[in-house]
């Protein structure tokens, strides 16, 4: 599977971090948005550079002429993670200003998959209504919400839970988190 992640500036970062680990042979295009990198180096132990080995290939948020700007170029799906109020809010209004947004907006026109993991607590109306409108157009909103059914034991197990139901929507098997069976 050929997949974009997208990192924008929300706190989050290892979600986009974990997908990359764990979609290693798959093909994946990574975006970093200039915020992302400093959130990065905040809130995890990586560099944004150590980020981007994680990737096969890499682009700059600004190069709207990357091949993956066009939707000529074959890529099966596209997940920001964490996707910023910023770029919900761009995505929502059509405003193709960045290479996150630009490619979000080929896989609605195109009908491909887009997976937008928010990460912003308490929403607004603003973003309710933006969430709506890219609802609507096609995208699939997986709020960085844990379940707490599989007993997570540390923070890992909170972003392995987040990064599985990413990887659900996708169509990737895994085993990163107990699914539900059930009350017995």
Not at 85 to 93: E, F, P, S, V, Y
Request: charged residues 20%; glycine residues 10%.
């Amino acid at each position: 599977m050929k997949v974009v992640i997208g990192i924008s500036g929300a706190s989050g970062a290892q979600y986009g971090i974990r997908l990359l680990e764990v979609l290693k042979g798959h093909e994946t295009y990574l975006i970093i948005s200039k915020t992302a990198k400093q959130i990065i180096e905040v809130e995890t132990g990586y560099s944004a550079g150590d980020v981007t080995r994680l990737a096969s290939h890499v682009y700059a948020n600004d190069d709207l002429a990357a091949d993956i700007a066009s939707g000529s170029c074959k890529f099966d799906a596209m997940v920001v993670a964490p996707c910023s109020m910023k770029t919900l809010g761009a995505i929502a209004n059509g405003i193709s200003d960045t290479l996150i947004t630009r490619v979000a907006d080929i896989c609605l026109k195109e009908g491909r998959t887009l997976v937008l993991v928010p990460r912003e607590t308490p929403l607004s109306l603003i973003h309710l209504r933006n969430m709506t409108g890219v609802k609507e157009a096609g995208a699939m909103i997986l709020p960085a919400c844990p379940g707490f059914y599989p007993r997570p034991k540390n923070v890992s197990d909170v972003i392995d839970f987040i990064v599985g139901r990413i990887l659900d929507v996708l169509g990737i098997e895994h085993e990163l988190y107990k699914r539900w069976e059930g009350i017995h």
